[in-house]
């Protein structure tokens, strides 16, 4: 009975996984519901050197100070059911 029951078990699995299998139009196989990231760039901040300026008893001192860039985020492309 057990071994009936683990061979059921197994054939539905077999068939479950066979019929969400899907290929995309250049016959490569792809899962249905997930995409598949193609390509990733960091987008910065683009603010450049700012200026720090002080209060000082003789007067007002400025500098010109290089932040740097910030990073925002990412740019992602990605494909998804055969399309980009």
């Given at each position: 009975?057990?071994?009936?029951?683990?061979?059921?078990?197994?054939?539905?699995?077999?068939?479950?996984?066979?019929?969400?299998?899907?290929?995309?139009?250049?016959?490569?196989?792809?899962?249905?519901?997930?995409?598949?990231?193609?390509?990733v760039?960091?987008?910065?901040?683009?603010?450049?050197?700012?200026?720090e300026?002080?209060?000082?008893?003789?007067?007002?001192?400025?500098?010109?100070?290089?932040?740097?860039?910030?990073?925002?985020?990412?740019?992602?492309?990605?494909?998804?059911?055969?399309?980009?």
């Open positions: 009975m057990k071994t009936l029951v683990i061979a059921l078990a197994s054939a539905f699995t077999v068939i479950g996984t066979a019929a969400n299998a899907a290929y995309d139009r250049y016959g490569n196989y792809y899962e249905p519901y997930t995409a598949r990231v193609t390509e760039n960091p987008v910065y901040s683009g603010t450049g050197p700012r200026q300026c002080r209060n000082t008893r003789s007067g007002e001192r400025c500098r010109t100070v290089d932040s740097g860039e910030q990073l925002l985020g990412y740019d992602v492309r990605y494909s998804y059911n055969g399309r980009e």
